[in-house]
């Protein structure tokens, strides 16, 4: 999905843009005076996945050993409790 946008919304919403491109894929045509200045898009080697795509690759994965529940509590158990936030305290 291309979007254009003018070099001042793009200077408005910078950090907005930048994440749209980054989590969402998107790609936006920059424009500065009515004239296309620059393309933003996510870099070629960032290659995305869909879920039907990931839930193939899982199925390929060979089956968790007989020890895989006993290594995740042991690594569960040497965690440090997390701190609960102090909202607006």
Do not use: N
């Not at 001042?8 to 994440?19: F, G, K, Q």
């Not at 393309?39 to 290659?47: E, F, G, I, M, V």
């Not at 290594?71 to 409790?81: K, T, V, W």
Request: charged fraction near 25%.
């Amino acid at each position: 999905m291309e979007t254009t946008i003018t070099a001042t919304e793009l200077a408005r919403s910078l950090s907005d843009i930048l994440s749209r491109v980054r989590y969402k894929g998107e790609t936006f045509i920059v424009e500065r005076h009515g004239e296309h200045v620059a393309t933003l898009a996510p870099p070629a080697s960032a290659k995305r996945m869909t879920w039907g795509e990931f839930l193939e690759m899982m199925k390929e994965l060979p089956p968790a050993g007989p020890d895989f529940a006993d290594d995740l509590e042991m690594i569960q158990a040497s965690q440090q409790p997390a701190e609960m936030p102090r909202w607006g305290c």
